[in-house]
């Protein structure tokens, strides 16, 4: 069975750091780039950055950049999101998703036709200001 399991959402405070992580089985791994996105309730989600399969290349959405690194253990299978200085309003469901192709990643929340192959079920992150 294919599946994504996100872990280390929590409780921060505004200004803090937190690290995700999301472990993938029953694919092969390094086969996949890997996406982090975002959803707050009643909101579109959003998307934050990804990784390329071999980790070497990220990039990231305007919103994060500069706060946001993703990197990834192909020896785990688990791809990371470590982000610093939180906001209030990343206050969120956090999750994962893999799709073989970078592209379906990056597009998959502007694009309705673009939907990656596997999605976590998400982690609530909330930052209390």
């Known amino acids: 069975q294919v599946q994504l399991v996100e872990s280390g959402g929590g409780l921060v405070q505004a200004g803090g750091s937190l690290r995700l992580s999301c472990a993938a089985s029953?694919?092969?791994?390094?086969?996949?780039?890997m996406g982090w996105f975002r959803q707050v309730p009643g909101k579109e989600r959003e998307f934050l950055g990804a990784?390329?399969?071999?980790?070497?290349?990220?990039l990231y959405a305007d919103s994060v950049k500069g706060r946001a690194t993703i990197s990834r253990d192909n020896a785990k299978n688990t791809v990371y999101l470590q982000m610093n200085s939180l906001k209030p309003e990343g206050t969120a469901v956090y999750y994962c998703?893999?799709?073989?192709?970078?592209?379906?990643?990056?597009?998959?929340?502007?694009?309705?036709?673009?939907?990656?192959?596997?999605w976590g079920q998400g982690t609530l992150v909330t930052v209390s200001s």
């Open positions: 029953g694919l092969t791994f390094s086969s996949y780039a």
């Open positions: 990784i390329i399969r071999s980790g070497s290349s990220t």
């Open positions: 998703a893999a799709d073989a192709i970078l592209h379906t990643l990056v597009v998959a929340t502007t694009d309705k036709d673009s939907t990656p192959e596997v």
